[in-house]
């Protein structure tokens, strides 16, 4: 056995991490990565990580990590402090460097400040009409192409069109444009990957350089042409913050824009595919939740835990600490694997069952300052979508189960076909 570290008496051999890492990405790892996240977790709370740095497994030391202040993002400024800058220099992976999810105090403070409370209760009463209409025409989609074929693949017809109306219609993008943010969303996130290939970033940087100039044109439109949505006031704000620099504000423009877009639609498309499939996979649980729908909102946050849209993130230490009695040193790097903690059978009793009513607790949000900022549109998003789906489908069934796309980071359900 080859040890890399030895956390609290349990020897890591690199192999094995290695290998639960292939699986990970493997068609059968994809669909019931279960039994991988426990043997990450029987390894420690705290795990050596192959190339350096850790994975942190355990609900407790993830917690602490997303919420605690000594805990960065890996900002620019860290990645230029690393031995090898190289590693950091692709073009994608620079672009979301600029973004909200890459940026520490005071930057992080002042654009987040800059956009207020989101997507507070008022905002989300006043979309909750467009929402339902939203729904009901894809509903009418998945209807019709059911009928005509006798069944009909809900992620794609549903679950990944939903978001991209539901933030385009707020933020007024022309719906022509929907698929091709949609395409150049799937593309652009090879470069959130964690450890991505050539090619991959590749594919991601021609899918970037497009989304820029998508939304920077987007941008020169709505300044020309203002009005009362969300992209207009921030426009307003930071020309105003920024009077001598009108460019310094139109990079920030662009990077809010095009992250808000782009984040809040294959996490939430994935969320949507993956609790109507938890639900549908036994059909006791379809024709109970549907008889008692005041538990939607239970079992969204029962499948936001059970399977989270996204499966790691990473921080990186402010100074030198000890995370689970692991000596962490300043600058390093973990990742925080969210459906490893949300499975911690110390924080949630028997957490491969997916139970409606277990009113336990997940870290699919993050925490601290980084807390998602999509959070109560993604649940709005989804309570609708099942309430009319139940309503609509009483004997949905499945077809066939979820495919998903072979990543670490970012779960893409490529197909989830339905009948009735």
């Not at 609790?275 to 024709?287: I, S």
Request: with cysteine.
């Amino acid at each position: 056995m080859t040890a890399v570290d030895d956390i609290s008496g349990i020897t890591t051999d690199r192999r094995a991490v290695i290998s639960v890492l292939r699986r990970l990405r493997s068609p059968e790892g994809q669909t019931n990565p279960l039994p991988l996240w426990d043997e990450l977790r029987a390894m420690g709370d705290v795990v050596p990580a192959p190339w350096g740095g850790y994975f942190v497994t355990g609900f407790e030391a993830c917690s602490q990590v997303l919420r605690g202040r000594n805990w960065l993002v890996p900002d620019i400024a860290w990645q230029e402090r690393q031995p090898d800058p190289e590693r950091w220099q692709a073009l994608a992976t620079q672009e979301m460097s600029h973004t909200l999810s890459r940026l520490n105090a005071p930057a992080h403070t002042s654009r987040r400040r800059s956009l207020g409370n989101l997507f507070d209760r008022r905002t989300l009463e006043e979309m909750q009409p467009d929402i339902t209409a939203h729904v009901s025409r894809l509903l009418d989609t998945l209807a019709e192409n059911m009928r005509e074929h006798g069944e009909a693949d809900f992620a794609t017809t549903v679950s990944e069109q939903l978001p991209i109306r539901t933030v385009g219609h707020w933020l007024h993008i022309p719906a022509e444009h929907y698929a091709h943010i949609l395409n150049l969303t799937h593309r652009q996130v090879h470069a959130q990957e964690l450890l991505p290939t050539k090619s991959e970033l590749a594919i991601s940087a021609d899918a970037t350089l497009q989304l820029r100039a998508f939304f920077n044109d987007l941008i020169r439109q709505r300044r020309a042409r203002p009005g009362g949505d969300a992209l207009s006031g921030w426009i307003r704000h930071w020309d105003a913050q920024l009077p001598d620099d009108r460019a310094g504000a139109d990079r920030i423009l662009y990077h809010l824009t095009m992250f808000i877009t782009i984040a809040s639609l294959e996490t939430t498309a994935t969320l949507l595919s993956v609790a109507v499939w938890l639900l549908l996979e036994q059909p006791a649980r379809w024709d109970w939740l549907r008889h008692h729908p005041e538990h939607i909102d239970d079992a969204i946050d029962e499948a936001l835990r059970y399977d989270p849209p996204i499966h790691l993130n990473s921080r990186i230490a402010a100074d030198d600490t000890v995370l689970a009695g692991v000596p962490i040193a300043k600058d390093q790097v973990v990742h925080v694997l969210y459906g490893a903690a949300n499975h911690d059978p110390r924080r949630n009793e028997n957490p491969h069952a997916f139970d409606i009513l277990r009113g336990g607790s997940h870290l699919t949000f993050g925490g601290g300052a980084h807390y998602c900022l999509g959070a109560g549109l993604a649940r709005l998003e989804a309570r609708t979508l099942l309430t009319h789906l139940l309503k609509r489908f009483p004997t949905l069934t499945l077809a066939a189960g979820p495919s998903y796309a072979p990543r670490m980071v970012f779960r893409h359900v490529t197909s989830l076909r339905v009948t009735t």
